[in-house]
């Protein structure tokens, strides 16, 4: 996640430079996202706000933008070196193992973010640093945590994607080979659910039909 400081006239904007005014003039990107699960199946997730709303906060996996000419698994190896500190080799991430559009605020933009999930393992006891994260990102990150699916659904804050925890739990003994597509999510627009997860729409798979707005491969 980066920001610049802000522009003057038309077309400025506080997102970082690998945000771009989409057909529709949403501000999009395609990113990069790590589900980073330990011995113990529990996920590594960053906490982290808006600076226009520093009393809401959610959890959300590692990762962000691709930058031009990076593949989405050099992208998401360096997310795990830039924003957790730790150095994994691209024959330790599997997948994508998930698809998802996401639309949300943020800077007081609206923008959407195409993303991509790996998964990769790492053993109990590793524990991330924050020793990469800019000035920026300090001003919107606020931690990392290791969370069993347990934890992450009975906890009072929001995560994204909303259908995570069941996903981990779907990628505890290993991924089977199938890349699951949310489709498009509204971000700010879920509910939080009885089970504490916001929303949750079905997850669709590569051989079930595609809707109207499933990511394509």
Known sequence: MTAQ?????????????????????????????????????RVLLVRGHDVDQPERSWWFTIGGGVDPGESELDAALRELREEAGLELEA?????????????????????????????ARVPDGVEPND??????????????????TDELRTQPLEFFPTALADVVDSLRDGWDGTVRHLGTEHDDEHERGTSGVRGGGDVKHDDEPSGPEELAE
Request: hydrophobic content about 40%; proline content about 5%.
């Open 91 to 119: 024959a330790d991430l599997v997948g994508p193992v998930l698809t998802r559009a996401g639309i949300f605020h943020f800077y007081a933009e609206t923008c959407r973010q195409d993303e991509v999930f790996f998964m």
């Open 5 to 41: 400081q802000p522009g003057s006239g038309p077309g400025t904007t506080n997102l970082g430079d690998d945000w771009s005014v989409g057909p529709d003039g949403l501000r999009e990107r395609r990113a990069a996202r790590v589900i980073l699960l330990d011995d113990a199946g």
């Open 131 to 148: 020793r990469g994260w800019t000035a920026i990102e300090r001003d919107v990150l606020d931690e990392m945590r290791w969370l069993s």
